[in-house]
């Protein structure tokens, strides 16, 4: 059997952080006890002007790479789960094949599962993997959320940030992944949306996101629960077996509901919402590389990669570290 092992993290914050009263001087009619008592979110970061996508998904999958000790050019797949990709096309994970040098005829594709994308790429990229397709993946998250977001729309411009969180993927004969789950429910899709499209020219309908904040909250904690208990059951395991659980970071409220539900101590669940807010594709990854390079998560834990976002999306990976 092939497993798909992870072998290295990164991520990449760009910028200062920007905190909740940097917000509320800026002109949104907002507080930081508001902001921090319904979501635990302190700061968030925002790309610069001339920073694209593809740009912080360099950075992360350089840290990422350094971390795996390996050559670049051995990357034979490359996944970038985005929903605020750099240009319609080519995708994102092209842009950044390129700027990374690599020109080994790998392929390079985007995935878009929103806040649910890099649990999405993760499980892909295990696929071709287990199947002796590729030998070495980069499997990324990032995203520019600062640019879809409506400054006059306070119930949402204050969730989001920017941000990138990259991992390489090699095939390996001991445990790496042990079982992953996706699942999506197009119904919901107005719940949390940007229905908008360039078209002839023009952006027609709306380039802001929305989203029905309750709704997609009761969403969310259901099936963050049920997705942990259905990937620990394909892997053989009891939830009360996972180690570390690494949850989509959207809101703290969520994530202590969701370990309520799954009847988990919350510390054992990684949470690094406070720093950087909501950065959608770019979130499990992120808290991931937070989790290694400070050393809790240890070799041969059972982790658990959880996300849930538009579409709706959700889904979960379950991983030997
Ligand atoms: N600052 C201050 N007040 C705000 C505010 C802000 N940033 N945003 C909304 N409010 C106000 C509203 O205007 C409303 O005021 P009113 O009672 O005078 O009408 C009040 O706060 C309550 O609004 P409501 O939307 O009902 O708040 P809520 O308790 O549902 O909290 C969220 C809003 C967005 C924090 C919450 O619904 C949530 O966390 N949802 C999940 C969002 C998420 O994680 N999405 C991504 C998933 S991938």
Same mark, same amino acid.
């Given at each position: 059997m092939i497993y798909a092992k992870v072998i290295g993290t990164g991520s990449y914050l760009p910028g200062a952080p920007i905190t909740n009263d940097d917000l509320v001087a800026r002109g949104i009619d907002t507080s930081d006890a508001w902001i921090v008592e319904r979501t635990g979110i302190r700061a968030r970061h925002f790309a610069a002007e001339s920073e694209l996508t593809s740009d912080l998904a360099l950075q992360a999958s350089r840290r990422a790479i350094e971390a795996a000790g390996v050559d670049v050019a051995s990357i034979d797949l490359i996944i970038v789960a985005t929903s605020? $990709?750099? !240009? /319609?096309? $080519?995708s994102t994970a092209s842009l950044l094949q390129d700027k990374l040098g690599i020109r080994n005829g790998g392929a390079a594709f985007d995935v878009q599962a929103v806040c649910s994308g890099f649990v999405f790429a993760l499980a892909t990229a295990e696929k071709f993997i287990g199947s002796g397709a590729c030998k070495r993946a980069l499997v990324v998250g990032a995203e520019v959320f600062s640019r879809i977001l409506d400054w006059n729309d306070r119930g949402t411009c204050v969730l989001f940030g920017d941000g990138a969180g990259a991992v390489v993927l090699d095939a390996s004969e001991t445990p790496g992944i042990l079982s992953s789950v996706l699942h999506t429910d197009?119904? !919901? *899709?107005?719940?949390? *949306? /940007? $229905?908008g499209q360039v078209s002839c020219g023009k952006v027609v309908g709306s380039p802001f996101l929305q989203m029905d904040g309750q709704a997609v909250f009761k969403f969310a904690v259901k099936v963050l629960g049920d997705v942990a208990v259905e990937a620990a059951g394909i892997a053989g395991i009891s939830t009360g077996e996972i180690d570390w659980v690494i949850p989509h970071q959207a809101n703290i409220r969520i994530l202590q509901a969701t370990a309520r539900r799954l009847d988990l101590p919350i510390e054992k669940m990684v949470v690094t919402v406070g720093q950087h807010g909501n950065t959608s594709a770019a979130s499990v990854p992120m808290a991931f590389d937070v989790a290694m390079r400070d050393g809790r998560i240890r070799a041969g834990q059972n982790v658990l990669l959880e996300g849930v976002g538009g579409g709706f999306t959700w889904g979960a990976v379950l991983l030997k570290a």
């Open positions: 605020t $990709p750099d !240009y /319609v096309f $080519p197009g119904q !919901y *899709s107005k719940i949390l *949306s /940007v $229905p």
